[in-house]
């Protein structure tokens, strides 16, 4: 059976590598794509809101090599790290 969050659709088997973050005066953890070579403390920039406005962050987890069917978000609507600051 195809699970209802997926859209009746499996997600892509690509690779991926997932960053989790946090932005500067907010405690609240994100996940984003990155095609960046990042490590656990360094200082990102990543789209934040509606305008899409980059927005400095400090990354958490790194999760390389992740699989679209267990991505730890729905890869359609994650977003993509802006820069390594």
Known sequence: MIHSMSGGMLSEYGSYTFVKIVFDGDE???WY?????????DRVSAPFGASGAGKPATVLKVERNVSGQ????????????IAKL
């Open 28 to 30: 609240r953890p994100y």
């Open 33 to 41: 794509v990155s095609d960046l070579d990042v490590e656990i403390g």
């Open 70 to 81: 267990v991505a730890p978000v729905p890869i359609k609507r994650v977003k993509r790290l």
